[in-house]
């Protein structure tokens, strides 16, 4: 709580300061500790600790104890009265048979409870977003200025919304900057533990660490916090053509007993973007039955291996970006519980000027204006609609043709023909 009173997180894991506070029991320590100690050899006890995630005076007393059960042994003094461990034989037999149960070495878990506490302190729609920072979220690509009104109200409801239009008008590109505009980083658990189910919860491919912020004077020191948590940027968790029904649910991993948490809680208080979507693997109803429920009471329910059912919460930006009406894809009672529905028209012709001009120059070719004043010219001929993309995917052909010739990085006509001849399969 203190931490969070003196830096912007609206959630602080505060460090635990006895067995108790972990919520977690003194048996699943010390097999932690065992099977931690298995994975590095010869280990301190305070390095120990710093693997499991937890402060040294709440490991110190385990290791102590675990020696005296003659499971690990010293094997030489260590700085700052502590030693090196090693296993026994009998640890080792005994750090088997905790690895035939659950084979998880790392962070300690936290409890499903803390988590979901969490969740609630940090839900994106905590801080609604003004026009100018959705527009600062957005330099950095090309839309319509109109876009703004229609995307801010949508972000702020922390809901679901639509983005659908044409291809290659960047609908995945304008995605994935809303999530910069949702606010500050978030905390999140390696690992959930919950009536002996250990979920893993942190995944590199959509947590990215964020630094601890520092406290001024003593008041707060940056290493008062719990280690089995980690900042992060707010998840922006991407998913296309792949994603089956398997993903939103806990997959548990019978050999190792270590079960992997579903793609909505690995984006929560963030952005969750379903791509391409109607081109799943499984029907767009049967995708938007699973999270009627959900979306409409902000909490989910999974099942673990025992059985058991939890609920957690609910909380992301859900996009779901289409170039088919969503009106051809599901019925009225989904699309009340998504209510933005929001159209991405192909760029106007001042648009493609801009984007002519920023790509040429990002790639390297000298200001050619008469290029974008061709490329409209040849969208008329062949009635062709122009799409964001286009520019970047074109400039770059003319860039691989030139190289290959090794001439000059030019934008000339014949050159721009090329590109557009292979570029859109002509016949």
């Not at 520092?214 to 998913?239: F, S, Y």
């Not at 296309?240 to 939103?248: F, Q």
Request: hydrophobic share 35%.
């Amino acid at each position: 709580m203190l931490g969070s009173l003196l830096c912007d997180d609206t959630f602080w894991p505060a460090e635990p300061t006895s067995l108790a506070e972990t919520g977690l029991s003194e048996s699943f320590i010390e097999a932690l500790a065992l099977k931690t100690i298995n994975v590095a050899g010869t280990v301190s006890g305070r390095n120990t600790a710093e693997r499991m995630g937890l402060p040294f005076r709440i490991v110190e007393p385990l290791m102590d104890l675990l020696r005296t059960r003659k499971l690990v042994a010293h094997v030489r003094p260590a700085p700052f009265n502590d030693y090196y461990y090693s296993l026994t034989e009998q640890g080792q037999k005994q750090t088997q048979a905790h690895l035939q149960h659950c084979s998880y070495v790392g962070p300690a878990p936290v409890p499903l409870q803390d988590y979901c506490l969490s969740v609630e302190a940090q839900a994106a729609g905590l801080d609604p977003i003004d026009r100018d920072q959705l527009a600062a979220a957005m330099a950095d690509i090309s839309y319509q200025n109109s876009l703004l009104d229609q995307l801010g109200p949508a972000v702020n409801s922390n809901t679901g919304l639509f983005l659908y239009g044409p291809p290659g008008n960047g609908k995945t590109t304008i995605a994935r900057s809303l999530t910069g505009c949702l606010g500050q980083e978030i905390w999140i658990p390696h690992a959930i533990l919950d009536d002996g189910n250990l979920i893993k919860l942190q995944d590199d491919a959509f947590h990215r660490e964020a630094p601890v912020p520092e406290g001024n004077g003593q008041i707060l020191k940056a290493d008062e916090w719990d280690r089995r948590w980690m900042r992060i940027q707010r998840p922006t968790v991407v998913v296309g053509g792949e994603l089956v029904m398997d993903n939103l649910e806990v997959r548990h991993d019978p050999r190792s007993n270590i079960c992997e948490a579903p793609l909505q809680m690995k984006s929560n208080c963030g952005c969750l973007l379903i791509d391409d979507f109607g081109r799943q693997r499984i029907a767009p109803e049967e995708l938007l039955n699973r999270w009627i429920v959900p979306l409409e009471n902000k909490c989910d329910y999974l099942t673990l291996p025992t059985g058991k059912k939890i609920q957690i919460p609910f909380e992301q930006l859900i996009i779901f970006s289409t170039n088919i009406n969503p009106d051809d894809l599901v019925d009225e009672a989904f699309l009340r519980r998504v209510p933005y529905k929001i159209f991405v028209d192909n760029p106007s012709a001042q648009e493609m000027r801009i984007l002519m001009k920023t790509v040429a120059s990002r790639l390297g070719f000298p200001e050619t204006p008469e290029a974008a004043e061709y490329l409209l010219e040849y969208y008329k001929r062949s009635s062709r609609p122009p799409r964001r993309c286009h520019p970047r995917d074109l400039l770059t052909q003319v860039a691989n043709y030139c190289r290959y010739r090794k001439i000059p990085l030019t934008l000339r006509p014949e050159y721009l023909d090329q590109a557009c001849k292979s570029y859109f399969s002509e016949l």
